[in-house]
């Protein structure tokens, strides 16, 4: 199938906004340049303008779909998540029971293999179960886990090579051996749900963390004698930040002050969505617990901020409107989520050669279309 998309304005990986046309054909991006032939489907996007698709690489669910469920099909989720601009996702597992917890990635991974139509699935996020007592957020105490490499090669051969990133907390006994375990089959370690000092911040981040999980949310805070991890998260320049940008989980200036200290190349925009996103107001049940949501906000019966409502679409626009430059929002939500999860080379930016999961703005940065894999959502 080819469609040319005729007289936009074009945000490339290489030139940054330029005019012209855009050509797809069997779901890859064929050519860029000025008027060029005729060809197949021709879409006039006079007026708009074709940024890459976003790529969510920490989500919980949206619209009912759980991705943590033990035995789901993804499809209402997925094809919301598409409809909102996000062409590709990374379904992310909270904290679970050792065999509940093999049972959800079993079934991340059955989906990833069928391909349902929406938001391609990039691969799958473990949030736990190593994890702090002191930060887990919302999630359950009792489904924390004592570090144990047995453990955790338990659950890297359930996910068959599709596993991307596990959240640790550094300062629990047995996390920093597990850090090499995770490198060695190709997966990001990253710090998060941790009360730890800067010291032990950094000492995963010396045995080769790569990701911090959700800056500022479910971490150790920073003061001027003790740095903490986001301390540690803001100075050190291995570390690439997960940064959820809703106003709601950080100010306005807790997210200027991230992408001031790490740069837009350090930072990954996320959602931390949950199953209730999408819904609108009410009281939802996750895991037998009660959620109750109002406006952007979801919370817990105590009043603990319990995941997100607002999709990457939401974030990504937020900084736009907010004066963020979009060649900088785009790649803190596009090309660095796909360098996180190594897709670079696939997807992310637009690039002749790349899929073509495209995203189709106007000048208030209102979505009019959406391309996966070449094909109009």
Do not use: W
């Amino acid at each position: 199938m080819t469609t040319l998309l005729r007289g936009g304005s074009i945000l490339t990986e290489k030139d940054g906004l330029i005019r012209g046309d855009l050509l797809i054909k069997d779901g890859l991006i064929a050519a860029m340049g000025e008027k060029l032939p005729l060809d197949g489907e021709v879409l006039d996007i006079t007026g708009l303008t074709v940024v890459p698709g976003l790529i969510d690489t920490h989500n919980h669910g949206c619209m009912g779909t759980e991705f943590a469920a033990e035995d789901e099909r993804f499809d209402s989720g997925l094809q919301y998540l598409a409809e909102s601009g996000i062409t590709t996702v990374v379904p992310t597992i909270r904290c679970l029971p050792h065999e509940r917890l093999l049972k959800a990635i079993g079934n991340v991974k059955r989906e990833m293999d069928r391909k349902p139509l929406g938001a391609k699935i990039g691969g799958i996020n473990m949030e736990g179960p190593f994890l702090s007592p002191n930060r887990i957020g919302s999630m359950r105490p009792e489904n924390l886990a004592k570090p144990e490499k047995g453990a955790l090669l338990e659950y890297i051969a359930a996910c068959e090579g599709a596993l991307r990133t596990i959240t640790m907390a550094p300062e629990v006994e047995g996390v920093l051996p597990l850090v090499e375990t995770v490198l060695a089959h190709g997966a990001n370690p990253s710090i998060g749900h941790t009360n730890a000092t800067y010291a032990q911040a950094k000492a995963m981040a010396d045995a080769g963390a790569t990701l911090t999980t959700h800056l500022f949310n479910a971490m150790s805070g920073f003061t001027h004698r003790e740095p903490g991890a986001v301390g540690e998260a803001l100075t050190d320049d291995r570390l690439t930040c997960e940064l959820i940008c809703d106003y709601v989980h950080n100010t306005p200036a807790a997210v200027e002050l991230a992408i001031r200290s790490k740069g837009v190349d350090k930072i990954v925009m996320i959602s931390d969505t949950g199953v209730m996103s999408g819904l609108g107001d009410g009281e939802y049940i996750v895991e037998g617990h009660r959620r109750i949501v109002k406006g952007n906000l979801c919370k817990t019966p105590e009043g603990v901020i319990a995941g997100s409502v607002c999709n990457l679409f939401y974030d990504f626009k937020n900084l736009l409107q907010h004066g963020y430059a979009l060649a900088d929002v785009s790649r803190m939500a596009s090309l660095n989520p796909a360098r996180v999860i190594g897709m670079e080379h696939l997807t992310g930016s637009i690039a002749v050669g790349k899929a073509a999961d495209l995203l189709l703005l106007d000048d208030s940065y209102d979505l009019k279309g959406v391309f996966v894999d070449g094909k109009r959502i």
